[in-house]
């Protein structure tokens, strides 16, 4: 048996990781930022100057005192200010009406619009004495009203930006809904659903050192995009990029959050170079909880109508969507819910509308899911309803309208072509590993018994897209054979626990029929792998995987040319096989064959097609209607994510998914105060992550449909459990409970909120 | 302040101001960084470390109550020749870790626990208290229960 199971777990076991907040750079100062405790208000006045009298501490700077830094020779262009943080330019996410005139600084100038903004950046000697330093800085807000809910800030009695509408962007798809149809259906599922905010709360927080040599800079960051970062970090200083150097080294996980370029890696990029001096900034959690991504964020409300057969006849999404307080990526990111209304099922008339809104709230960002959720939430939860109204089993409500194997490509009424499945088999799949006979016989003895427990069943069929969105689905990298036998895989990927370490190098070597233990992986260093593109969107197998198989097709192709070269033969006669090239009784191995021929390294760029993973989740819950509090009893996720590289790695993921969505089904969410503050001074007490202690029995099995996007035919894994768990939770509650209308079971399902879901009116009784 | 401190069998002579955490020093004084701050307010576990052989929250510790004391941390758990701690062979063959950040403090909480009495791992109650001392956001915690787990069946008995 090998000693670690995957390449990465020899350091991480021993201590000798290297996470940004690991490396020593002597001389480097510790970046503090001086936050707000308002949530909207308009800045009066800060002032720093004490803070500079504090021993240790390097300097400290309000946005008025960056203005007045004199601008340095080659450094940083002559800009006597800060830029704003920019945009996400990539595939419409941020289009640029959105964003005129609500530009995000770095440092707040006249009004704050998110509590946590920062109001002043302070530097020491180590954090200690930067924090020192902030304490000492006086500034004042004058407070205004806040608006931290999106159908609130819609309606525009409180502005974000004077003279502009918090509605920084409308957007529909598919075509509008007949009214007609909704008159003659039998049955119209009418609700409401809230998505709250979530923090996705990696275990390392957000991470940037800046170190400044000669006229360039290099940044260690724990991130998902490295080469995005050292685009936009290049632009903001005026630089060409080549003057930037982005490594990733180890980092903490990320789940969406580490993809953008924050206000605090502006600032201290700017200090780095102005100063010229490293600078780092370590987030901590109660910084990070105050002004890190969120996720979701949106209120909906839909109209599902079938006929008295349960064929489905129109779905109607309507969302209004958290941008949080500036227009950035989350502005268009709520397309992604709209695009993927139409779910796993073939109901021809398909409508989502919505409105990204601004609120006084951390902006918005993906999170693990990142838009399917919320589609697969609202439409997966109604379809639960729509059975109970119509008296049929959800299981086979499903089954009369999942899309058949047969008919993909799919394209939906909105806009999606779906590449390819068999929704039906992963949700059988799904039912007999849960025994859903077994569990619906235990239901029923428990609605007969009064001194039980209610229990209920929850199903979940979801679809969701993987890859990125056309314009953003190719990855570059390559792949060099060199003399010493040794083979150097590279990626513009960028792994945050996710193995690609251990999992591309044995692509690689599969593909190329070598040993495994002779390839290596050099990813999330901008320096090794000029270009990139990263790790979101569940992409990384599915596009880089792609890719690297391609590369080593086009490694193959050269070989087989050089050795027909060497032997004077066709090359149709030089065969490939097992690392080597062959023709008749002539075999000469890569490594030969580079040291006769000279270096042998491939670098492409390859482009694959959006990919559509699916699945099916069930849940069975126990509620105790007195103290509201819900067990969760069983858990199954049957997810289909075509080729799969790393079994194990794969499952893992879903594992882990899987916890996530039931944190976002049953514990994680905030409060706000009447000022727009959240409530979460507790912190890690306040926003209840899973613990060990909340994870039931949960099972996950795969079924495997290849992507015909790629000839690699993987598609993204690890959202999964993110997207198909938490409606499949919900619905088990709602199950146990009989509620009439599904709307009243807000999520996070906090005790409070079941213990009234249960004294709601019921469904009436009929046999299930 | 002065003070003497003993980690992973190691004397260490240091003067550090009063109000520094454990986890501060060992990182940045010792250059220990394998014990990772993932809260800094006592909830998630990630910079459990051995103090005398309790796990304690490094984060909640600070530097000067260790005086005199002795520390074990994730640097220290593999043998002197280097051989790799059971604990550090049943993570990696459970797939207890996938980015690793919390990783050193759940071996810590579960090596202090084995270490004091290695009937722990076949208590699966026991067991779960462990995994549940902590927060892993990548996992879901099951693989590092399996992991406490095989750690324990492989422990080294004394001989008999
Ligand atoms: S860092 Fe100490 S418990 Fe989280
Ligand atoms: S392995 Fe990432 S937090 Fe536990």
Redesign the interface.
């Known amino acids: 048996?090998r000693?670690?199971?995957?390449r990465?777990?020899?350091r991480?076991?021993?201590?000798?990781?290297?996470?940004v907040?690991?490396i020593?750079v002597p001389g480097c100062l510790d970046a503090v930022f001086v936050r707000s405790g308002v949530a909207h208000g308009v800045l009066r006045e800060v002032d720093c100057t004490a803070a500079r009298e504090v021993p240790g501490v390097a300097g400290a700077w309000s946005a008025a005192d960056l203005m007045d830094l004199p601008a340095c020779p080659h450094a940083a262009g002559d800009l006597q200010d800060l830029p704003p943080v920019p945009r996400t330019v990539a595939v419409g996410l941020s289009p640029e009406e959105a964003v005129a005139g609500r530009e995000w600084p770095v440092l707040v100038k006249d009004r704050v619009r998110y509590p946590g903004e920062a109001v002043a950046v302070v530097l020491g000697e180590?954090?200690?004495r930067a924090e020192d330093g902030a304490a000492e800085v006086t500034f004042r807000i004058d407070p205004l009203p806040a608006v931290v809910t999106p159908s609130a800030a819609a309606e525009d009695s409180v502005r974000l930006f004077d003279g502009l509408s918090n509605i920084a962007f409308e957007g529909s798809a598919g075509r509008p809904i007949d009214e007609a149809v909704l008159q003659g259906a039998a049955v119209v599922v009418e609700a409401r659903y809230r998505q709250q905010l979530l923090m996705p709360?990696?275990?390392?927080c957000r991470t940037f050192l800046a170190v400044p040599e000669a006229d360039r800079l290099t940044v260690w960051a724990g991130h998902q995009m490295p080469h995005r970062l050292r685009r936009e970090l290049a632009a903001l200083l005026e630089w060409p990029p080549d003057r930037v150097r982005v490594v990733v080294p180890?980092?903490?996980?990320a789940?969406g959050s580490k993809s953008a370029l924050f206000p605090e890696y502006v600032a201290v990029a700017f200090l780095a170079v102005r100063l010229g001096r490293p600078v780092r900034w370590i987030e901590?959690?109660?910084e990070s909880m105050l002004v890190a991504t969120r996720g979701r964020g949106q209120d909906q409300r839909v109209r599902l109508a079938a006929d008295a057969e349960g064929r489905l006849l129109a779905y109607e999404l309507t969302i209004d969507a958290d941008v949080g307080a500036y227009p950035h990526l989350a502005v268009g990111l709520p397309m992604q819910t709209a695009w993927m209304a139409t779910g796993p099922y073939t109901t021809p008339q398909v409508r989502a509308t919505l409105r990204s809104v601004l609120t006084n709230t951390m902006v918005t960002y993906p999170y693990r899911g990142a838009g399917r959720p919320e589609a697969t939430v609202a439409l997966e939860r109604s379809m639960d309803a729509l059975a109970h109204r119509l008296g049929l089993d959800p299981a086979e409500l499903r089954r009369r309208n999942l899309i058949p194997p047969a008919s993909f490509p799919y394209r939906t009424p909105t806009g999606r072509c779906y590449d390819s499945g068999n929704y039906a088999a992963a949700l059988d799949l799904a039912l007999t590993t849960l025994d859903y006979d077994g569990w619906r016989a235990e239901r029923a003895r428990r609605r007969a018994d009064p001194a039980a427990l209610p229990l209920g069943i929850g199903l979940a069929c979801y679809v969701e897209r993987s890859g990125g969105e056309p314009g953003g689905l190719h990855e570059f990298g390559g792949v060099e054979a060199r003399e010493d036998g040794t083979v150097v895989a590279r990626s513009g990927t960028s792994s945050?626990?996710?193995?690609h370490e251990t999992v591309f190098p044995a692509l690689v070597a599969r593909t190329l029929g070598v040993d495994e233990a002779r390839v290596r992986l050099a990813e999330g260093d901008t320096g090794e792998q000029p270009q990139g593109v990263g790790s979101f969107a569940s992409r990384s197998a599915q596009v880089a995987g792609a890719m690297l198989v391609h590369a080593c097709a086009l490694l193959v192709g050269r070989a087989r040319e050089r050795a027909a070269g060497l032997w004077e033969v066709p090359v149709g006669e030089v065969a490939w096989c097992d690392g080597a090239v062959h023709a008749g009784p002539a075999v000469m191995d890569l490594a030969e064959l580079v040291k006769l021929t000279g270096p042998l390294r491939v670098d492409d760029r390859f482009a694959a097609g959006m990919a559509f993973p699916f699945g099916a989740h069930a849940a069975v819950a126990e509620v105790d209607p007195e103290l509201g509090t819900v067990r969760v009893l069983r858990l199954v996720a049957v997810d289909d994510c075509g080729t799969v590289l790393d079994p194990?790695?794969v499952r893992?993921?879903a594992?882990?998914s899987?916890?996530?969505g039931i944190g976002q089904a049953l514990y994680e969410g905030f409060a706000f105060g009447e000022d727009g503050v959240p409530l979460l001074a507790g912190?890690?007490?306040d926003y209840l992550?899973p613990?060990?202690?909340e994870?039931p029995p949960?099972e996950i099995r795969d079924t495997r449909t290849p992507s015909p996007g790629t000839p690699l035919g993987a598609k993204g894994a690890g959202e999964s459990g993110c997207i198909g768990t938490p409606a499949a939770i919900v619905n088990a509650v709602a199950d146990a409970l009989r509620i009439a209308d599904p709307g009243l079971l807000g999520t996070p399902l906090t005790p409070e909120t079941v213990w009234r879901a249960a004294r709601a009116p019921k469904l009436p009784e009929r046999p299930v | 302040m002065r003070i003497t401190v003993r980690v992973n069998d190691r004397e260490y002579r240091l003067d550090v101001e009063p109000r520094r955490i454990l986890a501060d020093v060992l990182r940045e004084d010792c250059g220990l960084t394998g014990t990772h701050l993932g809260c800094e307010h006592g909830v998630c576990g990630a910079c459990t470390v051995l103090v005398d052989g309790a796990a304690v929250r490094s984060c909640l510790m600070l530097a000067v109550q260790c005086d005199g004391g002795a520390v074990r941390t994730v640097e220290g758990l593999a043998g002197r020749d280097g051989e790799p701690h059971p604990l550090q062979r049943a993570f990696s063959a459970e797939h207890a870790l996938q980015c690793g950040f919390c990783t050193p403090g759940f071996l810590m909480a579960a090596a202090g626990a084995l270490e004091a009495d290695p009937a722990v791992g076949e208590d699966p109650e026991r067991v779960a208290a462990l995994a549940g001392s902590g927060i892993c956001r990548c996992t879901g915690y099951e693989p590092i229960r399996r992991a406490i787990t095989r750690a324990a069946r492989e422990w080294p008995r004394p001989a008999t």
Do not use: C, H, K, N
Not at chain 1, 201 to 204: A, F
Not at chain 1, 496 to 499: A, D, H, L, R, V
């Open positions: 048996m000693r670690w199971a995957r990465e777990d020899e991480l076991l021993t201590g000798r990781g290297r996470y907040a690991d020593r180590d954090r200690y709360t990696p275990m390392e180890d980092t903490g996980g789940f901590d959690r109660l945050s626990g996710q193995s194990v790695v893992g993921q594992f882990g899987a916890v996530q912190a890690l007490l992550l613990t060990d202690a994870v949960i």
